[in-house]
């Protein structure tokens, strides 16, 4: 708790409340310095496992002889069943704080296949009950929220001042509780972007939801990889922008290509123009 002063209306009140933290945890992989994150101290057994899984450090938990973490350090022992040589080449991603990536390159993702078929109103719904799940969100705001979701209930909820740190909390938790995550949803508070499409990929998730948009480039990719991105999701609907999976009302369906096409705007009719058109045809 921290106080703080909240101006309203010109006026300025003495408030406590809860600010979200954020704090360097620094992982080390068998003795060696691995790389330093910017992330929220709560589940760091999961986003470190989330984390090394995504990466390719480890292929899952068998791989992970002890993991040992001090949060007043700021520290992270991994010890691995056997050596292993780490990447790196870094990437500077777009992730609050600036997020650090070694292996991006989406020709490493084989194209999904699933048969896995959601209406918007369990997206709707599901995403309503992550807000709800997300107590450190009911608290402070500004901390980010990724769940992963089989369409009708949650499975795994996960929060962070890093959306990406979130979506490695998932599947660290998933891999730690035997957790599949193929042909599941995942849910998303942030944007969705290009390296947060390809964890997606990586976990084997053939659709992506979030409260807000995606990138050009993470449509671009579910458009070569075959996930549905869904973003905006409200209670009243929401923007399809690459997928099969989403079953429309109506009649309607996706174009092949997953993408829908927007309507051209037309301006409107001048004044001679609507005279024009109210006229009888000439007759021949």
Known sequence: MRSYLRVRAGRAEEVRGEVVREQPLTVWVNGERFLTLLCSPVKIEALVVG??????????VDDIRALEVSPVDGRADVTLTG??????????????????????????????SSTLRVRPQQLAERMKELFTAAVHYQ?????????????????????????????????????????????????????????????????????????TSPTEMAVALAEQLNITVCGYVRPDGLNLYAGQALVLGGGLRPPPDGRSEPKARSRPASPQERTAAAKPPLEP
């Open 51 to 60: 984390y090394l899984w995504m990466e390719q450090v480890v292929a899952g």
């Open 139 to 211: 608290a402070s705001r500004g901390i980010h929220g990724a769940a992963l979701s089989d369409g009708e209930r949650l499975l795994v909820v996960a929060e962070d001042v890093g959306r990406h740190n979130a979506v490695d909390k998932v599947k660290g938790e998933a891999l730690l509780r035997g957790v599949p995550t193929e042909d599941r949803i995942l849910l998303s508070t942030g944007r969705i972007s290009s390296e947060m499409l390809l964890k997606a990929a990586r976990m084997g998730v053939p659709v992506v939801a979030s409260r």
């Open 83 to 112: 050596p292993v040589t780490l990447p790196t080449e870094r990437i500077l991603t777009s992730g609050c704080g600036g997020g650090i990536t070694f292996r991006i390159d989406h020709r490493l993702f084989p194209r999904l």
